[in-house]
């Protein structure tokens, strides 16, 4: 490169020399160029892209790529990465060709590396594995159809800790060789840096094990330069350029030149090989690209003239090549780097539930409740996707926005976070219309006969979680029928209770074939009506028109992915039908029992206190005495010494307080033959309804919590307790990211001596499919609807934060506290939270079928629809997606299954058990496609990476291959073997995923 200097009226030229490479006998200083760029956080995602809102910060990713691309024309030795492929994406459509054609050139080049290579840099706690590649494969598709690479490098260099699943499935199974963060617990980083371990080699799963290991590698401090080595323009940094024109007075290359190696050798002082990656950048940088190469440039210039160190141009790939080709042998890292820490007292652990409404919606809409992301996916490739209509797309892009690590993490400003649901909304909308059209497609009786007609118009009711239903709630007694469409996306035939509000309890269902089916009419408390009065006016502007009185609950028998139709009308019940429904008030002074349960289960309360006391099931024959309570957490205001408030992060609890019932609150039953209900209010701003199904053997808990109450001025932290005489010694298990369970144990860490001084916050952990704990005899379980935080703190008890009302900034950039309100225009109250929990108490060794089969059926329920239509129902009543005889194993599910633009059909195949974890299914299973496509012919099948961005037998060929520290041999991990291309049949052995692209005949 050549630059030039002016002073004193003469022009000097410096020739920088950049070409350096790696030199096998120095210490090398690998700087990597790069930026981070949250998609929304502190400013919405369209702020951030175009430098608006600049009073809360300034920061334009627009300028940022625009300055990237001539910094690097410059001089063909300068290199950069880039991450988020969001904003990417969205910077790439608006450029001319000239400017794409240039672009091509740089990534081909390796001047300019996609790594990562996701929508967004995605949390790792409150995520859902599912999303998670999902929002990978967007944006891995989009860098393979544009560029023709394949990212090799994870760089999650901001979440807030680190997820087991990160590492084998979004690290080594998308074909990544390695994964560089930055966020591990301090003390965990303290003991690395002495025992220069910060770099691994990871084996997060237990039962791939090696044969998805990947290197991995934790920053000595954060994400962001050296001191002293930082070159934004207009920061508040202020480190010296070097100065190197003699004629002035500031002149120092020698003292920048021997901090810059004086530095490099620290860091090389507690790492292992002569390789050391110094990130020169951080959040929002290189606005002015320039400043940040030139004074690169001179540091290499000069420290390379200087010999005692040597310094390069580089990007994570280089640095793992150069790694791998010193053949060091590496420590072994299990597990995860949950919770995390990053001073005393200060455990990232309160995000886990933080924004709980929002994780919510994130689920509901990813696979979760009515028309979902899963769902809709597979009707639209059941039907064809349209090239005009509406599609999938717009949902995909908002979930996948919503997995950064400050949106679903709860992590967001308020504005923010209404950013990110409007998009959700959005999405959500189209995909309704997907759905709708699919559905009046394939049960139009036309798409069978070949003549027209007119396709039945179904609704959907995206707030059925607050009782609202304008489609269910229609006058029947005129003759008129409610068509109910129940789908089920699941690869297996599936029985269910589905509950929908009515207006009339005088209605009788009937299936298909004209056969009434059991049904039950609960009666619909105070508490929803108000919930649902108040928040469909919030969210709507209006008030509902009609109440509904009663919820109907009927069994519904669904093929796998497919549907049955069931038709509700006005029938006169006879009179003693609603009698099934009895309530029970009790008194203090009373010391008999209540059981409740119309089936194997049954829950034994308290007729004195009202308390759940006994968990018996017939027949399993497990007998546990058991107690549900609230609590929570007061929530530090960071007046102490050390200034840590407990907030939209930091769970920093103060005293524990039980929540204990106000006065003498009835305990209501409603019995029935489907299903019993048990109804308690604890106080004005918690109720709590508990479920026990007929044919169902677990406890159904569902919570009404708020407005959290703050006119004490005290935060609110709000858990429900699960208290058994089970001994499980501190030992208890957490899933990471809904897929493999992680053993966690009370005040210890596996890889370091815990100092504990956070007892209850830094024993949390994150939960998005379930934790539980077991003794010599039994297992106590208990799943979530969606991402939360847990633990065991006491033995024989579970414990899960719920909601969160918080009143001051914890200090890591947000600066807000976290106090969610839902106003009707200038009135506002603070946020109430709808969810659920499940209870189940098993034989030892007999949980896991539970905890993996029910625990799709939260994760991908009923997608219901709704349609009013007078007379006899004349269209197809059942659709079979697959052969009608077949069924997947139970040990499998289908994760994807989508048609892609040009006709490919992407297909993902789960095995849903670890090694070990059941006795009887935790074997390799098999799925015969041509039954799952029994519709259509396959023409080819090409097995791919996870991301679907590269052919499988490619990736494994060109992935490297870690030495690590021992000798010990690991047993040889099993996986399914090629697919026959004639016999199309897939194995899967435990914890296998497997993705293919599949090409069918047309017609």
Known sequence: MVAMISTCGECKYIAYNTTSSVVADNINVHLVAHTHDDVGWLKTIDQYYVGSNNSIQAASVQNVL??????????????????????????????????????????????????????????????????????????????????????????????????A?????????????????????????????????????WRGSKTLGSSSQIFAGAFPENYEPPSNFYYEVNANEDSPIIQDNTNLFDYNVAERVNEFVAAAISQANITRTNHVMWTMGTDFKYQYAHTWFKQMDKFIHYVNQDGRVNALYSTPSIYTDAKHATNEAWPIKNDDYFPYADRVNAYWTGYFTSRPALKGYVRITSSYYLYVKQAARQLEFFRGRSKSGPNTDSLADALAIAQHHDAVSGTSKQHVA?????????????????????????????????????????????LLNISYCPSSEVDLSKGNNLVIVVYNPLGWRRNDVVKIPIVDKNVVVRDFKGKEIESQIIPLPDVSVSIRNYHARAYLGSSPKVTPKYWLAFSATVPPLGFSTYIVSNAKRAAGVSEKQTVYESQKSQNHTIEVGP????????????????????????????????????????????????????????????????????????????????????????????????????AEFEFTIGPIPIDDKIGKEVVTKITSTLKNSKQFFTDSNGRDFIERIGDYRKDWKLEVNQPVAGNYYPINLGIYLKDKSNELSLLVDRAVGGSSIVDGQLELMLHRRLLHDDGRGVAEALNETVCIGDKCQGLTIVGKYYL?????????????????????????????????????????????????????????????????????????????????????????????????????IAEMSLSANQERVEMEKKRLVWKVEGSSEEPKVVRGGPVDPTKFVVELAPMEIRTFIINFYSR
């Open 66 to 163: 625009d300055s990237i691309v001539p910094a690097l024309l410059a001089d063909k030795n300068r290199k950069f990465i880039y991450v988020e492929q969001a904003f990417f994406q969205r910077w790439w459509d608006e450029q001319s060709e000239a400017v794409q054609s240039t672009v091509k050139r740089l990534v081909s080049s390796g001047q300019l590396e996609l790594i990562n290579g996701g929508m967004c840099m995605h949390d790792e706690a409150a995520t859902h594995y599912v999303d998670m590649i999902d929002q990978t494969t967007l944006g891995h598709r989009f860098i393979k159809a544009e560029f023709n690479v394949t990212p090799r490098i994870g760089w999650q260099i901001d979440p807030f800790g680190h997820s």
């Open 165 to 201: 699943v990160q590492a084998y499935l979004l690290g080594a199974e998308v074909g990544f060789d390695s994964f560089f963060f930055g966020r591990i617990d301090y003390q965990d980083r303290a003991k690395r840096k002495n025992e220069k371990s910060l770099e691994v080699v």
């Open 418 to 462: 209404n950013d990110y649901v409007k998009r959700l909304s959005i999405g959500y909308t189209e995909a309704a219309k997907v759905v709708a059209e699919s559905l009046a497609f394939l049960s139009d009786s036309a798409s069978k006969w070949g003549h027209n007609s007119s396709y039945i118009k179904f609704q959907q009711c995206p």
């Open 599 to 698: 089936g194997n289960l049954k829950l034994v309360y308290s007729g004195k206190d009202g308390k759940l006391s006994r968990y018996i099931n017939t027949k399993s024959l497990v007998e546990e005495s058991v107690e549900q309570s609230f609590g929570y957490y007061s929530g530090d205001d960071g007046t102490r010494v050390d200034l840590q408030a407990s907030g939209a992060y930091i769970f920093r609890p103060n005293v524990s307080y039980p929540i204990k019932t106000e006065g003498q609150v009835p305990l209501t039953v409603f019995r029935g033959p489907l299903l019993d209900e048990v109804h308690q209010r604890t106080n004005s701003w918690i109720y709590q309804v508990t479920r026990v199904y007929k044919e169902k053997e677990h």
């Open 840 to 940: 189940r108490i098993d034989p030892l060794g007999e949980g896991a079928k539970w905890r993996r089969s029910f625990g799709q059926e939260i994760y991908s329920p009923f997608l219901l629809a709704f349609a009013e239509q007078d007379g006899q129902y004349s269209h197809v009543p059942t659709f079979y997606g697959m052969n009608p005889s077949y069924a997947l194993p139970d040990n499998v599910a289908i994760l994807t299954l989508q048609e892609l633009q040009g006709g490919e059909v992407l297909l993902r195949l789960a095995h849903l058990y670890e090694i070990g974890e059941d006795r009887d299914i935790s074997v390799m299973a098999s799925v015969e496609l041509k039954k799952v496509f029994s519709n259509k012919k396959i023409k080819r």
